[in-house]
């Protein structure tokens, strides 16, 4: 899930939550949860399928593996997960909407394990979709990617923001700006901001130190940046009707580089599907 952005700069730095090896295991574990579920969600969207039995399923998962569904209720969300399809950047709410064969469908699934947060999102393709569709998911899962190559000691927050930015733009896509990556772990939008371009001077941007736990999430629109939100007071989509993409990972500063949280480790549920389609950034 998202943060917005509001009163960015220097005094988010401050308040920055480093964790501890002991936080950052259940992170490590909500992270395994979330992206378990991301891979069953990716195989269940189908068409005929609706959002609302996806987000049922993905309760039913996160409650099995020992998680609770960290969205539900958080500032009076009213379901387990956000699906978002098409247009739809972020937040939609699951329902009765059908899913048709060339949709494209955005998940983002938070998961709470013993109070310690992860969260994470991918965007997959509901049966065939058009080759556009495709290169936008693929532009947007290597923007992730870019974004998480640069998180280690030394970097800033800026860093991230301009490989993100830098990939989608050089594609010709644009990122979204109201709407930003995040501190997680023990609340579920922690400072820094973690946006998905630059502004303004990179100086001032929080550096990254070991123990910084962050939600890395570029949303790439087709078209212009712009997005309106519906009258359900949740829902954003692109303000052109453009298709748009959000993947999105939590990881955790570690002294030389960083470390994945909901990167599904290889091995750890053995007999499981390949999670070909639900792998977010690598
Ligand atoms: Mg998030």
């Not at 295991?25 to 969207?45: K, T, Y």
């Not at 399923?57 to 969205?71: D, K």
């Not at 098409?86 to 937040?91: G, I, K, R, T």
Request: charged share 25%; with cysteine.
């Amino acid at each position: 899930m998202i943060g917005r952005k509001r009163n960015p700069g220097r005094g988010a730095a401050r308040k920055v939550a480093l964790k501890d090896e002991h936080e950052i295991a259940r992170m490590r574990r909500a992270g395994q949860i979330v992206a378990l579920v991301l891979e069953r969600l990716a195989g269940a969207a189908r068409p005929g399928t609706t959002t609302g039995e996806l987000d049922r399923l993905a309760e039913g998962a996160i409650r099995s593996f020992g998680g609770t569904p960290t969205f539900r209720g958080l500032y009076g969300y009213p379901a387990n997960i956000c699906a978002s399809v098409n247009d739809e950047v972020v937040h939609g709410i699951p329902g009765e909407r059908v899913l048709r064969e060339g949709d494209v469908i955005s998940f983002d699934v938070g998961a709470t394990v013993d109070g310690m947060i992860a969260d994470a999102a991918a965007t997959v393709a509901v049966g065939e979709v058009s080759k556009d569709a495709r290169r936008l998911m693929r532009v947007t899962r290597e923007s992730l990617a870019q974004g998480v190559e640069q998180a280690r000691p030394g970097n800033r927050v800026a860093d991230i923001s301009a490989a993100i930015q830098r990939h989608a733009e050089a594609h010709g896509y644009s990122v979204v700006r109201k709407l930003v990556g995040h501190g997680v772990g023990r609340a579920m939008h922690e400072a820094p901001h973690v946006p998905n371009f630059v502004d303004g001077g990179a100086k001032d941007s929080p550096e990254l130190v070991a123990g910084m736990t962050l939600a890395i999430e570029p949303m790439v629109n087709q078209g212009s940046w712009q997005v309106v939100q519906d009258d359900d007071g949740w829902t954003y989509r692109t303000r052109d009707g453009s298709l748009s993409a959000h993947f999105e990972h939590t990881i955790a500063i570690t002294e030389d580089g960083c470390e994945v949280l909901t990167l599904r480790a290889a091995g750890r549920a053995a007999g499981d599907r390949p999670a070909a389609r639900a792998q977010a950034g690598g």
